[in-house]
């Protein structure tokens, strides 16, 4: 008997002997309709013209990408390209930097994300981000999940603020492995574990869009399954633009792909014709690894 | 022109992989030119070199099989590197059926090297394989070169082929119908003639895939059928 992917999807598509009532025959029903033209999906945010600059030098070129809702976008490119860059426009994370200037427009579900009279604050909280390292708080488990939600004054009881620990913990497939530990330091979780816990705090804040910064660059290989499980479950209901260098990763998770060189885009599309047809020269040099 | 890995070794693997289909490619031309002049010839001894010449070709298929796993494994190709692993996968396990095919002629040889065959018969069977063996020369020049036009009339041309087996088909009936005794005989050619026009499959199915290991896409097309033995019968007072 062989044992089951982590990752579901990948085990229908190996296992032609379906049972209409088995688990993985309804992952794969789900998996055909989520998966069968993204072009029907609605696009979620919007980029026209992102230039961005950090003081002289400029960092970003003209970047127009559509990103699109319930979907996975992957940026990929070599280091230096821009794609950090551009995933931290979309919450506005360059403001923190002084030298940082950012021109063009990037609109959530139609709204300019750099109106002046926009709470960043806010903005924040319906754009969540899991960076390279996990960053637990040095506080405890439900804490961390629960910070962001008393900041925003997400809940009205402790009751409540329970519930949404617990839901979020579920949500990030950590919650059976913690739930006798509430109380325990975040980092005294293991390094998947800690990402997951960020992944929670993250989705706890009820966010739109999660952003993620080479989420796994710092895990094994079994904790990368399970975050990349995570994703794939994630995007049900949340739009995610992942920055990965893991070419495979990026052709696994997500159905979008944008190629960064240079501070450009030079080319965007679905993730499996940038991965088996890319119509751009320097994509298939990059993803091929032709590089230099 | 492409630029080259940064890891040498995995351009090296890839050059390699072309390198042996191309031998192997050259092997399967061979035997199918022998083969077929052992079965002009009679020529027993010069069938059964044929015969045992096949197993050097299973040899590369399993050998080429091993490196494209292999290197799925350790490189996971991508594009253009997925395609020509992907690609080459095909074209051996195509070229391993054409040598079946051609080793299948060779076989008949032993059977059917004392018979005297019919000149009109053999110059079309003659003319046949010459077309089946320099399509197939043009697929394996079209695969070393990337060379898409020439993959599609490559494409283009096995309806030829196609023409001659349905012509040869109905001949070697008729001679079938005029004297039994010929039955043995054109049975086996019949098979022969058959062999010659899946080798022009075959290699049909090679251009299609250089199409798709350089554009990355199918060749958009209806594939060309001209054989249609399957529906023909010929009436005794024809």
């Known amino acids: ?292 | 022109m492409t630029t080259e890995h940064i890891v040498t070794s995995y351009e090296d693997e890839l050059a390699s992989l072309d390198s042996k289909i191309a031998q192997m490619g050259g092997l399967t031309e061979t035997l199918v030119a022998q083969a077929f002049d052992a079965l002009c010839k009679g020529d027993v001894a010069s069938a059964n070199n044929v015969i045992l010449d096949d197993a050097k070709i299973d040899e590369f298929e399993l050998e080429i099989e091993e490196q494209a796993v292999t290197m799925i494994a350790r490189r996971q190709p991508m594009a253009l590197d997925l395609r020509q692993i992907m690609v080459a996968i095909k074209i051996t396990s195509d070229l391993e059926r054409i040598g079946d095919l051609g080793k299948n002629i060779a076989k008949r040889v032993l059977s059917i090297h004392s018979e005297s065959q019919p000149i009109q018969l053999m110059h079309g069977m003659k003319s046949m394989q010459e077309l089946a063996l320099s399509q197939l020369k043009d697929v394996l020049d079209a695969y070393a070169e990337r060379n898409t036009e020439k993959a599609l009339a490559v494409w283009r041309g096995d309806e030829e082929i196609d023409a001659i087996y349905n012509s040869l088909f109905r001949e070697l009936l008729t001679y079938m119908m005029e004297d039994p005794r010929n039955i043995g005989l054109c049975t086996h050619l019949l098979f022969c003639a058959k062999n010659l026009e899946r080798i022009g499959d075959h290699t049909t199915n090679i251009a299609e895939n250089v199409h798709y290991l350089v554009l990355g896409t199918n060749i958009s097309e209806a594939r060309p059928k001209g054989d249609n033995t399957s529906r023909m019968l010929i009436n005794q007072d024809d």
């Open chain 1, 1 to 292: 008997m062989v044992a089951t992917h982590i990752v579901e999807s990948e085990a229908p598509m190996l296992d032609k002997k379906l049972d209409v009532n088995d688990q993985d025959a309804n992952n794969l029903a789900e998996a055909e309709t989520t998966n069968v033209d993204p072009a029907k999906k609605s696009t979620k945010i919007t980029s026209e013209d992102i230039d961005v600059y950090y003081g002289e030098k400029q960092a970003l070129f003209g970047i127009n990408l559509d990103i699109l809702e319930n979907s996975v976008t992957s940026l990929i490119g070599p280091s230096g390209c821009g794609k950090s860059t551009y995933l931290r426009c979309i919450n506005r994370m360059n403001d923190v930097i002084d030298i940082c200037r950012v021109s063009g427009t990037i609109k959530i579900d139609g709204n300019d994300i750099y109106d002046p009279a926009l709470d960043v604050v806010e903005l924040r909280a319906r754009i969540g981000m899991v960076f390279q390292k996990p960053n637990p708080f040095p506080k405890s488990i439900y804490d961390n999940i629960a910070y962001g939600p008393r900041i925003h004054g997400l809940t009205e009881s402790k009751d409540e603020l329970d519930e949404l620990v617990e839901s979020s913990l579920v949500k990030a497939g950590l919650w059976k492995e913690v739930k006798d530990r509430l109380a325990g330091p975040g980092t005294g979780l293991s390094g998947g574990q800690q990402q997951r816990l960020c992944i929670a705090r993250a989705i706890a804040t009820k966010p739109e869009v999660i952003l993620m910064d080479e989420p796994c660059s710092a895990l094994d290989p079994i904790a990368t399954a399970t975050i990349e499980e995570l994703i794939d479950e994630l995007r049900q209901n949340y739009t995610i633009v992942i920055v990965t260098h893991s070419m495979q990763q990026a052709a696994r998770v997500s159905q979008r792909t944008a190629f960064f060189h240079l501070g450009k885009v030079i080319e965007e599309g679905e993730t499996t014709q940038i991965f088996t047809n890319p119509q751009n020269e320097k994509t298939q040099d990059y993803i091929t690894g032709r590089f230099g």
